[in-house]
């Protein structure tokens, strides 16, 4: 059993930044990727930014230059900076990882969402 556990979402103006984090905890043998998606009232989930295990990113072309993923290996975390925020990136945003549990099977986990809010 895998869990994802995000924090960091809430209240921004406009221009301002936030940062989220997800950490994994449970029993698994690897994680592949890990990232945040994001789905707005009435949209379909997407894709913010990703990484992978090999330190690969990718990122959606609406959130270059102002988001920037990373990790902690170590503390299995992931983080998401989000700057010069704008009211279009009011979502909840969601924690993602691909990992291989113990039973060797490949498992997409997500976590339970956080709130990002951009308004004034």
């Known amino acids: 059993q895998v869990q994802l556990v995000e924090t960091g979402g809430g209240l921004v103006q406009p221009g301002g930044s936030l940062r989220l984090s997800c950490a994994a905890s449970?029993?698994?043998?690897?994680?592949?990727?890990m990232g945040w998606y994001r789905q707005a009232p009435g949209k379909q989930r997407e894709l913010v930014a990703r990484?992978?295990?090999?330190?690969?990113?990718n990122y959606a072309d609406s959130v270059k230059g102002r988001f920037t993923i990373s990790k902690d290996t170590a503390k299995i975390t992931v983080y998401l900076q989000m700057n010069s925020l704008k009211p279009e990136d009011t979502a909840d945003y969601y924690c993602n990882a691909q990992v291989q549990s113990i039973q060797n099977s490949l498992l997409e986990v997500w976590g339970q969402g956080t709130l990002v809010t951009v308004s004034s």
């Open positions: 449970g029993s698994f043998l690897s994680i592949y990727h």
């Open positions: 990484t992978s295990s090999s330190g690969v990113t």
